[in-house]
């Protein structure tokens, strides 16, 4: 049966529905992503790695990657990866590698903050004070220390070594804080 709108010899237009399968192109540039996703996992070092919660069978295909070096079958063993990365949820993935590899906003955050804290720390006495009234459990005898060394550095132009250990103390400091206040935003 034609209807009267349709001409004869040419397909009938559908109208879109909200049940349209996605194209083939579509599904190539998902798995792309999810091989791509894969990769980022066989890039880790192994503590990083170790810190994912993974299912076995990926964590085992993510340790063989490791392993294999022959290029087409490096390849093929990627796409298998991309494979088994659509078995689970690739949000949840990439959220904990955003995490473990400090990509994410919040470790962003903290970085920034921590390198705040170093150079107020370097160029004003007072903030020494207040960084420690935030910070009640700061280590204030290792951080005068710190401090004056890493002045004396930059005075005489040398590596800034002191300075370098004061930022990861400070971001130490700053993320056992954040992990500790952490529970509470989730109430």
Do not use: C
Not at 120 to 138: G, M, S
Request: proline residues 4%; charged residues 35%; glycine residues 2%.
């Amino acid at each position: 049966m034609v209807d009267s709108d349709d001409r004869p010899g040419e397909l009938p237009i559908k109208s879109p529905s909200k049940s349209v399968l996605p194209s083939k192109s579509e599904l190539k540039r998902q798995m792309h992503a999810l091989q791509r996703l894969g990769a980022r996992l066989v890039e880790l070092n192994r503590d990083q790695f170790a810190r994912l919660d993974l299912p076995e069978e990926l964590r085992e295909a993510v340790e063989f990657a490791h392993r294999v070096t022959a290029h087409e079958a490096r390849r093929r063993h990627m796409q298998y990866l991309g494979k088994l990365m659509r078995r689970v949820d690739a949000d949840v993935i990439r959220a904990a590698l955003d995490r473990v590899t400090g990509e994410s906003r919040t470790a962003v955050s903290l970085m920034h903050r921590a390198e705040s804290w170093r150079n107020r720390l370097l160029d004003d006495d007072q903030a020494l004070t207040a960084f420690v009234a935030e910070h009640t459990d700061a280590d204030v005898q290792w951080l005068r220390s710190a401090i004056r060394a890493a002045r004396r550095e930059r005075e005489l132009q040398q590596p800034p070594k002191h300075a370098r250990e004061l930022y990861r103390r400070l971001h130490q400091q700053l993320e056992a804080r954040f992990n500790d206040d952490e529970p509470r935003r989730e109430r």
